[in-house]
């Protein structure tokens, strides 16, 4: 009996170990797999990685809208003491892409912009994409995305501006497409611009990105949308019921 007890004893320690070594072995593959998923795809950079790289100077990492650049290869233009140090401070600055202005726009909230600024910026994102010595290293953790590398709300809706502003870039397209431009003329003595339509039509001032300038006479019954930075606008000191204007400059 006591032998048969023991037997017992023995099967029951090793069933247990048997168990217990199951379970770790289970758990061990949940966290392997937790981390095959979790994992970033993409290398994250801290604020603190931004700010050492920046002390260091060894390699030059710019941000805008939380992708990160390698930009070594530029020093000339981003290493300290020269003109776009500001880029690769060790901060988000993309606010400052408009304007260079690193004292007034030194900050990465694009919440508040126009369709015309948000391309202004998605603009720059494509220039050190597409540029042929800057590399793409990695994405920052902070206003645009998380610990693994995912784009954040911030992000989106950035995205989304981009997307509104090149759809109204192609509305104005065709609204223009077959529009007549203006005729220009300096006035004098003051050798001011004047710009000159054949009425009922007037003279609109448009920009879009990547294009210089121009006027066109439209009719200012045209619905035109909101002044969003893209849509064609009067010249300053103009009105919708002057086919001649001279802007106030």
């Known amino acids: 009996i006591t032998l048969h007890v023991r ?5 029951s320690q090793v069933f247990q170990a048997f168990r217990c070594s199951a379970i770790i072995g289970i758990l061990a593959m949940i966290v392997s797999l937790g981390y095959v998923f979790l994992k970033p795809s993409v290398r994250v950079f801290t604020s603190g990685e931004l700010q050492h790289a920046a002390n260091e100077q060894k390699q030059l990492l710019l941000v ?3 992708r990160v650049y390698d930009v070594t290869a530029g020093r000339t233009f981003y290493a300290r ?3 776009y ?3 690769a401070n060790g901060t988000d600055n993309t606010l400052a892409f408009l304007s260079a202005d690193f004292e007034k726009d030194s900050s990465d909230d694009l919440s508040n912009l126009t369709l015309a600024q948000c391309l202004g910026i998605d603009h720059w994102v494509k220039f050190y994409e597409d540029h042929a010595k800057y590399r793409f290293a990695g994405v920052h953790l902070g206003r645009f995305y998380n610990w ?3 784009p954040k709300k ?4 950035f995205n989304a501006c981009v997307h509104d502003g090149k759809a109204v870039v ?3 397209k065709e609204v223009v497409k077959s529009a007549p431009t203006c005729t220009r003329a300096r006035i004098k ?3 001011k611009l004047a710009y000159s339509c054949n009425q009922p039509l007037v003279p609109y001032k448009t920009e879009l990105p990547d294009e210089s300038e121009r006027c066109f006479c439209l009719l200012s019954s045209q619905q035109l949308g909101k002044d969003d930075g893209l849509r064609p606008r009067l010249y300053p000191g103009c009105s919708t019921s002057e086919s001649s204007c001279t802007p106030d400059l």
């Open 7 to 11: 037997c017992i004893e023995m099967t």
């Open 64 to 66: 805008v809208a939380g």
């Open 81 to 83: 003491g020269d003109g």
């Open 85 to 87: 140090e500001g880029f």
């Open 148 to 150: 693994r590398g995912k």
């Open 154 to 157: 911030a992000l989106h809706d």
């Open 170 to 172: 192609d509305e104005v």
């Open 189 to 191: 003595p003051s050798n």
